[in-house]
């Protein structure tokens, strides 16, 4: 892994997706532009290595922002993706593997007793809204500051993720009727929580229940208690966006490991296995509301689509406790590498993990909420993620999103991105 990687086929494709792509990409996290550099293009990847077109090759702690939890390519999600494919790509009906999945994520999720699936996290989010309020005959959300759920107008305020990035409170474009029933606050402020619910009467309380598009900003002990408790005080849904967390930090994602039950779960990457799926379920009475069983509309031509359930159950058919353990190992061993790395460089930081998900936040004490998050020092991370990648390894392109580890990271892996990050850290320094 050479110090000074050669990107000039990037650039060249660079040069050409400005000219037909907004940014050149088609999602702006990708652009890089929050590290300060333009973006690699991708030509393959297998396991938790990624090769770009100029032949570059890294250890990658991006996994496509989550899905990948087995890590890219895996032979035996491949093999069922193309025995899929053979027998037709979709069908516009209802199929076997559609019934399987929703069976298999009522087993692993007892909240999610009944599901829908669609095609990407933002639907599915924007569905779990409809359906809140709907269910509740309320309008009114409350979500927290850096929180990202998609990018629906009503919630694009003061958003997480590439919003974060972008430093845009919230995005142009949108109608000031669509934000005016949403309500955002601190995350971990209990207090304006416990305020808020007094004086809105709310469709559902939205939250990542480990946000990670600030970032990685674990809950306080207690706040998800919180959050519950002031639901159903309130008469609104606890709503758990799990898009992230969901089959990644256990089997039963964030709600089994806090023992915390929301009324409505979204999901999403994990559960398509790097296809396009996503989906949001509960209780058998709340989703009977959905059409064609109830009146609150939602639809899709592709959701349910065969190669992405034959992907989605493969994913989760291989993620057994023994896997979730051994994730839960190899993250603790990046985490507390990267913590002595840069302790050894004398940099500040603060890195925040949980099984499956950490982040290194550049700061001098630790991160509890949004503007902990914004107070940390851009600069430098983006320095240390361009020497991460002049060093073969391939990070999240922001501060404000998480690593994310695969079962295909081996511990050679970790050596080469570890020895890349003390070096990294000595170049910031
Ligand atoms: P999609 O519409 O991108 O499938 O899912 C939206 C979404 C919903 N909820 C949470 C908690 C999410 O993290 C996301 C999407 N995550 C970002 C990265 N943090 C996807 C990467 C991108 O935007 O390109």
């Not at 050669?6 to 890089?32: C, H, T």
């Not at 609104?236 to 709600?255: C, N, S, Y």
């Amino acid at each position: 892994m050479g110090v000074s990687l050669s990107d000039a086929k990037s650039a060249e494709l660079y040069v050409r997706a400005v000219q037909r792509l907004p940014g050149g990409v088609n999602s702006p996290v990708r652009a890089m532009r929050a590290i300060g550099r333009d973006p690699l293009f991708i030509d393959r990847a297998e396991g938790a290595e990624i090769v770009d077109v100029d032949g570059n090759r890294y250890v990658d702690f991006v996994c496509s922002w989550g899905p990948l939890i087995h890590g890219h390519a895996h032979p035996e999600i491949l093999e069922a993706v193309h025995t899929a494919a053979a027998r037709g790509t979709t069908f516009g009906a209802p199929t076997q593997g559609e019934v399987e999945l929703a069976e298999e994520v009522a087993r692993r999720i007892p909240s999610v007793q009944m599901l829908r699936m669609t095609s990407s996290g933002t639907e599915a989010a924007m569905s779990a809204v409809r359906l809140a309020r709907a269910a509740t005959g309320r309008e009114k959300l409350l979500k927290f500051a850096g929180a990202y759920h998609g990018h629906l107008d009503g919630l694009l305020t003061d958003a997480g993720s590439g919003l974060a990035t972008a430093a845009m409170p919230s995005s142009p474009g949108v109608p000031a009727a669509a934000t005016a029933t949403t309500i955002v606050i601190p995350w971990n402020d209990g207090e304006a929580v416990v305020a808020a619910c007094a004086r809105h009467d709310f469709a559902a309380l939205l939250a990542e229940p480990y946000p990670a598009n600030m970032g990685l900003v674990p809950p306080h002990e207690g706040f998800l208690e919180l959050l519950r408790n002031q639901a159903t005080a309130n008469g609104a849904l606890l709503v758990f966006d799990e898009v992230i967390t969901g089959f990644r930090v256990g089997p039963g994602g964030a709600q089994e490991r806090s023992g915390i039950a929301p009324d409505l779960t979204v999901m999403g990457k994990v559960v398509g296995g790097g296809l396009p799926a996503a989906a949001y379920g509960g209780s058998i009475e709340l989703m009977n509301h959905v059409a064609p069983a109830g009146d609150v509309y939602q639809a899709g031509t592709l959701s349910g689509n065969p190669l992405a359930i034959a992907a989605g159950l493969q994913t989760l058919r291989m993620l057994d406790e023994q896997a979730y353990l051994r994730l839960g190992a190899i993250t603790e061993a990046m985490a507390a590498g990267l913590h002595d790395a840069a302790a050894s460089a004398g940099v500040p930081v603060q890195v925040a993990w949980v099984p499956g998900l950490f982040t290194v936040f550049f700061s001098t004490v630790p991160v509890h909420d949004y503007a902990g998050a914004r107070a940390c020092d851009t600069e430098a991370h983006a320095a240390w993620c361009r020497a991460l990648l002049a060093r073969g390894v391939y990070p999240p392109a922001s501060q404000f999103e998480a690593w994310f580890p695969s079962l295909a990271h081996t511990p050679e892996h970790l050596d080469r991105a570890l020895e890349a990050a003390a070096a990294a850290f000595a170049d910031v320094a």
